[in-house]
């Protein structure tokens, strides 16, 4: 419980799970510090999906928004109708929830949101989790009272904001680490060997799955054990690769309990999202960090940038990876215990743990006397 007098508080995190889950951290810090909360979601499947587990938080639908990149278009008149809508539908929530405080996790389901509540006078926050900020947070970001940062980077993509950087929450549900030896039994993997995860985020990564297929043949049977989490398309292909390699593998689209994952894991290969670095440091993981070509801005290169200047990761360009250098790479670090633990250290030290209660902290000094 918080020595805060308790509140309302409003957070906007629909759209992604790079959004959402970070979001949902902060809703649950709220709530234990006996605050009530609302989230305001978009209308895609991942939200609804993600609220079934959390019945404890009232939620609202916002009409889902995105920004077309050409101004000057039939689109963007639709863009600014459904952003409209969207302010509206804000402002009857808020006459009925009398919100003191609005947090918004970034995307167009959060700009409404923020700027409905500098309309009213309302203490306003956006939170940026990437290096670099997206479109909606450089809009949003004119109408917060601060802008909250994952990471100390982002700060000069808002010249002349207030700034704090709070690190990006990690969800509450992941759990924390568990013994090594009992989670390599949890996937039926030796905890002698070195273990590696690959995993591409909540939605797969195909790339990498393909990068994989063609690498592993050249890796050491003897060295390597793999746990794949492909996303729903590859996750048949990979498990018959691997039988035919003679591989010690699990193999799965997905892995609820992902704190089981990343306590077995001795090296990690992912994507470069805010969300995802975030976990990798939570758990003090080395990584390969493969950056997803297509996000916007390159901001997944940005994000890569900081763990591996800090020593925590390498990077691999997709469009450059060749198997038998990744092989080598992927070789070296599994094989080198010291190496791997200098990375681990290096890991621990990048992001703030406790991300979500900085994130609640602000929002409390913020309300501080101005309750009704």
Known sequence: MSDSKPFRAVIACGGTGGHLFPGLAVAETLHARGHEILLLVSEKEIDSTALAAHPEFRAEKLPSVGMPSMLVSPAFIGFLKRLWESHRRCSTIYRKFR????????????????IAARWR???????????????????AAR????VL??????RSYFPGADCVVTGTPVRKNL??????VEAAKIFGL?????ILLVTGGSQGASGINQLLFKTVPLLDKNLTQIIHLTGKNDDRLAAANYQRDGIPHHVAPFHHRMEEAYSAADLVVSRAGASSLSELCLFGLPSILIP???????????????PVRAGAAEMLIESEAVPELFAVKLSNLLGDESRRRQMSEAARRIAPAEAAENVAGVMERAVGG???
Do not use: W
């Open 99 to 114: 919100p003191d405080v609005v947090l918004g996790m970034g995307g167009f389901t959060s700009t409404a949101p923020v």
């Open 121 to 139: 006078s309302l203490p306003a926050f956006i939170h940026e989790s990437n290096a670099i900020p997206g479109r909606a947070n450089k809009i």
């Open 143 to 146: 109408f917060a009272t601060n």
């Open 149 to 154: 940062l994952g990471f100390e980077d982002c």
């Open 175 to 180: 759990g924390t680490p568990i013994p090594r």
């Open 190 to 194: 030796d905890p002698d060997r070195p």
């Open 292 to 306: 997803y070509p297509h996000a916007t801005a390159d901001h997944q290169k940005a994000n890569a940038e900081i």
């Open 370 to 372: 101005n309750l009704k």
